[in-house]
């Protein structure tokens, strides 16, 4: 939910929530037995930060198009072995408790069965698409030292450019054995890298309707 404008949900003692009245229904922190009960469709809208309740808004037509793009390319590089998933905007569990759960843009993870709930060790690289000014500090400083903590390898981030109809450049960061990120190469105009799927792709095709 890299593009999208989150706020937390205020404190409250009503024991249910619903899509449309959210901020009335939920305690100061839930766990993840509370996570569990919600509905499906509602969690989708939402990131838990150590227990608390983030509402994110819809994000942008170009902000889930250069995500689903990045995806889709991702899928089409992957090798027959190692077995990786390619998901966007799918539960990543962090920690049970307190919990925390992301929803990163996109997610290249290890083969697990559906049925199993996906958490961050099983995570080989994240992504997160920003606009300028829309959550710069969430995803370059916030998301970027929770996905290290949270032993992710590779972390992208994917700026959109001022006028917020491509992409302007794209950092990659690998994982130092000291637990924190370090900035390997800011690809422009084309993303190339090697693992952990090989891949090859214009910034111009990241656009592509």
Not at 36 to 44: G, I
Not at 83 to 101: A, E, Q, S, Y
Not at 126 to 146: C, F, I, Y
Not at 173 to 187: A, D, F, K, M, N
Request: hydrophobic share 40%.
């Amino acid at each position: 939910m890299g593009q999208t404008r989150c706020r937390r949900a205020p404190g409250r003692r009503i024991a249910v929530a619903t899509p449309s009245s959210w901020f009335e229904g939920f305690p100061d922190q839930i766990t993840a037995e509370d996570y569990a009960a919600l509905p499906e469709e509602f969690c989708k809208t939402i990131e838990v930060i150590d227990g608390h309740v983030v509402k994110c808004e819809s994000p942008s037509r170009v902000h889930n198009r250069v995500a689903l793009n990045l995806a889709i390319a991702f899928k089409a590089g992957r090798k027959p072995e190692p077995c990786l998933m390619v998901d966007t905007d799918i539960d990543v569990r962090i920690t049970d408790v307190p919990l925390n759960i992301r929803q990163p843009d996109v997610t290249v993870s290890r083969c697990i069965p559906d049925s199993e709930r996906l958490y961050s060790r099983d995570v080989v690289l994240v992504a997160e698409v920003v606009s300028p000014g829309s959550s710069l500090k969430t995803d370059t400083v916030d998301k970027k030292a929770v996905y290290a903590d949270a032993g992710i390898s590779t972390y992208l981030i994917v700026f959109l450019n001022e006028g917020q109809d491509g992409v302007e450049k794209i950092e990659e960061y690998w994982l130092e054995p000291t637990g924190v990120y370090r900035l390997v190469q800011i690809h422009t105009r084309r993303l190339t890298m090697e693992n952990p799927i090989p891949l090859d792709v214009r910034f111009g095709e990241l656009n592509l309707a």
